[in-house]
């Protein structure tokens, strides 16, 4: 079945240093979302990307949907102690209401 | 606060029993999704219902069943319990049954099966 990795699994990162992550999937996603999940509690929303080639913006994160629509790319920049939890990509299989999850990126700060 | 409630928020049981998870979605949401997150891993879709309707089936084992109610809220069946159920359980919910929208997710309710 389809399957999005995540990548790096884990990062450690001075506070104030930008961080990149990244998403593949062996298939073609026509929408893909960035979720951020704190220590003991559900995901939320950060990025929603419709549309290949797009880059969207949130605050201090930016995420691209990649042209090949099969990956797609989170950057944070000027990271902050709150940055600290799990980064999962996620998105609709491709004609089903289906939703998949990617392996998540767990990042941590240090201050 | 994302406005989705999950009771219990922690729960205990032993191998073999049956348990029921409740989700209220947000007020005038339609979908629920049901999730499951193991130990250190991603979340793994198990079924979706729209207006009281199942919509998508994920990764739902015989032994877990969901229902939608007419007051919109959800209840997850786990049942014949084993060691490997134990997870966090998210529910999630959605203004409409297309994915594309922003899924909404509770605080979730850890299971623990002894």
């Known amino acids: 079945g389809q399957q999005l990795n995540q990548s790096p699994q884990s990062m450690f990162i001075q506070e104030g240093e930008d961080v990149s992550m990244n998403c593949t999937s062996s298939s073609i996603f026509n929408t893909w979302l960035w979720y951020k999940q704190d220590p ?11 549309k290949a080639g797009e880059l969207t913006s949130n605050g ?38 289906k939703y998949i999850f990617g392996t998540g990126t767990r990042l941590k700060v240090l201050a | 606060d994302s406005g989705v409630t999950q009771t219990p928020k922690h729960l205990i049981t032993a191998t073999g029993q049956r348990v029921t998870l409740r989700c209220s979605p947000r007020s005038g949401d339609l979908s629920v999704y049901w999730y499951q997150q193991s130990l250190d891993q991603g979340l793994q879709f198990l079924i979706q219902y ?18 939608q109610f007419p007051d919109l809220h959800s209840e997850l069946n786990l049942s014949s319990l084993e060691l490997g159920d134990s997870a966090l359980y998210f529910c999630a919910s959605s ?10 997710f509770g605080p979730g309710t850890r299971l623990t099966v002894l």
Do not use: M, W
């Open chain 1, 40 to 50: 003991g509690e559900g995901p939320v929303l950060l990025i929603a990307l419709y």
């Open chain 1, 60 to 97: 201090r994160l930016t995420a691209q949907f990649g042209i090949t629509r099969k990956d797609s790319f989170l950057n944070i920049s000027a990271s902050i102690p709150s940055d600290v939890g799990i980064y999962f990509c996620a998105g609709p299989t491709s004609g089903t209401y």
């Open chain 2, 50 to 67: 729209y207006n009281g309707e199942e919509r998508a089936k994920g990764n739902i084992l015989e032994r877990f069943s969901a229902q």
């Open chain 2, 95 to 104: 203004p409409q049954g297309n994915p594309l929208n922003e899924q909404f």
